[in-house]
Nanobody
C-alpha cells in the first residue's frame, strides 16, 4: 500500500504564510503526478496545485501568484508554500499522488488524511 502523510496545517492570520508537506511511503515503484486539493465546508473538493514528474506546475486561478508547489523526488515528498493567505483559503487540504507499486502494476491514485488550514481575518 501507499501512504501519504500531510503536515504543516494550522491557524494563521490573513496575509500570513504556511508551508504544507506531504510524504509518500510504503510500496512505491514510481510516482507520477503529486498535488494538493482542498475542501471547504459545504463545498466540493477542488484542485489547488499539481506537479507532474517533469516538474511542470499547474495552479487554480484563485491561488496563482500566492501558492507555490514543489517536490523532492528523492524523498517522495511534495510541498505547498502558501503566502498572502486569505480567509477564503480556509479548508481541509489533501495531498494526492498517482503512483505505481510495481513495474507491472497499474497506476493508482492515493490520498492523505487531510490537514486543516484556517485563516482568520
Amino acid at each position: 500500500q501507499v501512504q501519504l502523510v500531510e503536515s504543516g496545517g494550522g491557524l494563521v492570520q490573513a496575509g500570513g504564510s504556511l508551508r504544507l508537506s506531504c510524504a509518500a511511503s510504503g510500496s512505491i515503484f514510481r510516482i507520477n503526478a503529486m498535488g494538493w486539493y482542498r475542501q471547504a465546508p459545504g463545498k466540493e473538493r477542488e484542485l489547488v496545485a499539481i506537479i507532474p514528474s517533469d516538474g511542470s506546475t499547474n495552479y487554480a486561478d484563485s491561488v496563482k501568484g500566492r501558492f507555490t508547489i514543489s517536490r523532492d523526488n528523492a524523498k517522495n515528498t511534495v510541498y505547498l508554500q502558501m503566502n498572502n493567505l486569505k480567509s477564503e483559503d480556509t479548508a481541509v487540504y489533501y495531498c494526492s499522488a498517482r503512483a505505481r507499486r510495481t513495474p507491472w502494476a497499474q497506476w493508482g491514485d492515493y490520498w492523505g488524511q487531510g490537514t486543516q488550514v484556517t485563516v482568520s481575518s
